[in-house]
């Protein structure tokens, strides 16, 4: 089967849409992937990406075939011109592709206008489309601080739901996806058609060993950005200062500078280390440090309703979540019993979150077996390419 896949982020970009690509190459697929260029999170372009370099890529059985795109700068504006700049190069290019896929595929991170190309080649193709949705629009907008009244959010409303119509498949990754799609879009999302994420294959293996320590280390792996919302667990930090513990931050993004300067307010230098950026292959080694793993998100619709990913890796690592967190990720922490959550954006609260953590010690393993046991009954990579493979050989009658 030729499938055609778009979306702004790839390889080295650490988005699942390069597994999934290159997943499906392997089980013999014939892959191409419209991308964009390298520049996630930290805004710069590589050098051997500039001047039309490596526009044509080949990896892992995978055809990459890169746009052009503006890098990511701060600020609203920053943003959307990055986005805008994919979408604009990406449809035009998908104006003149030679169009002998079987399928098309749209990785549906923020915004939606990245699958806008993916929508527009459906009308001129005529090929089946089918959209992974793993960020709900226009509802991601309120998190940007836009009214659902101002003429961006109304506009972009009806964008999104045109886009969403023009799937003959909505795949999902949140359950809780369902209620807001048929309330806000009148979209029925099929029960079969739920697709959570799964972890990176490193983290279903066993981790290094750690060395015993009096001292409990907590570790947040992942973007530091506003939505992230990292600053309440530093001021978390702040309230338990006294106690043996260590606060690991591993991750960049457009808020590490904030985040940095806060912990020099709340004078936690000896409390908190940042990490940066770090390669994907180095992560095992954090995580085997970690007692526990922390998630922490903005109390919002656009994120409430959402699974982030790092979610999966931590169950799938065996360690105990602790989020600041609310909707669906506390649901599924909950449900597989592998950590506590605090309401998000309430320093307070997850500090007694994490009280409450120190003196659950002899239950700390047992927290880590359970997320990895539902990890595998629920997350795995091998049921979700499995299913996504069913779906899409229904669809090109391929079966």
């Not at 990406?49 to 890169?66: D, T």
């Not at 998100?297 to 799938?316: E, F, H, W």
């Not at 320093?347 to 239950?363: G, H, I, P, S, T």
Request: charged share 25%.
């Amino acid at each position: 089967m030729k499938i055609l896949v778009i979306n702004q982020h790839y390889w080295p970009e650490n988005f699942r849409v390069t597994e999934i690509c290159e997943a499906l190459a392997a089980r013999g697929h014939d892959v191409t992937a419209l991308v964009g260029l390298p520049n996630y999170p930290t805004g710069k372009i590589p050098k051997e990406y500039r001047w039309f370099r490596n526009r044509r890529q080949e990896r892992n059985g995978v055809h990459i075939r890169r746009c052009f795109e503006i890098g990511r700068k701060p600020g609203k504006t920053g943003l959307a011109i990055n986005y805008v700049s994919y979408m604009l190069s990406a449809t035009w290019k998908a104006l003149f592709i030679k169009r002998d896929f079987d399928v098309i595929y749209s990785f549906s991170t923020s915004p939606v206008l990245m699958s806008l190309p993916g929508a527009i080649l459906k009308l001129l193709s005529k090929k089946p489309y089918i959209i992974y949705v793993l960020d709900i629009w226009p509802a991601c907008l309120a998190a940007m601080n836009v009214g659902e009244s101002s003429l961006l959010y109304r506009v972009m409303k009806k964008v999104s739901k045109w886009i969403y119509q023009r799937a003959d498949v909505l795949l999902y990754s949140s359950k809780r996806f369902q209620k807001y799609m048929h309330e806000v879009h009148d979209i029925q999302l099929a029960d079969e058609h739920y697709m959570p994420q799964f972890a990176d294959d490193l983290f279903e293996d066993s981790l290094p060993a750690r060395d015993d320590s009096k001292i409990l280390n907590l570790v947040f792996a992942g973007n530091i950005g506003k939505m992230q919302n990292v600053e309440v667990l530093l001021k978390a930090a702040a309230l338990l200062k006294e106690q043996p513990l260590h606060w690991h931050i591993v991750g960049d993004g457009a808020n590490l500078e904030s985040c940095k300067q806060l912990v020099a307010d709340l004078s936690l230098e000896n409390q908190v280390t940042f990490y940066g950026r770090r390669p994907l292959e180095e992560m095992p080694a954090f995580y085997a440090m970690a007692d526990t793993m922390l998630v922490s998100m903005r109390n919002d619709i656009s994120v409430n309703d959402t699974l982030p990913g790092k979610v999966q890796s931590y169950m799938a690592a065996g360690k105990p979540v602790l989020g600041s967190i609310a909707g669906e990720a506390t649901y599924v922490i909950e449900q597989a019993g592998c950590g506590l959550c605090a309401v998000p954006d309430d320093e307070y609260a997850f500090a007694d979150v994490v009280k409450r953590f120190m003196a659950l010690r002899e239950q700390h393993a047992s927290m880590g077996e359970n997320g990895k046991a539902y990890y595998l009954a629920h997350f795995t990579k091998q049921t979700h390419m499995d299913n996504l493979e069913k779906v899409l050989n229904t669809l090109t009658g391929k079966e």
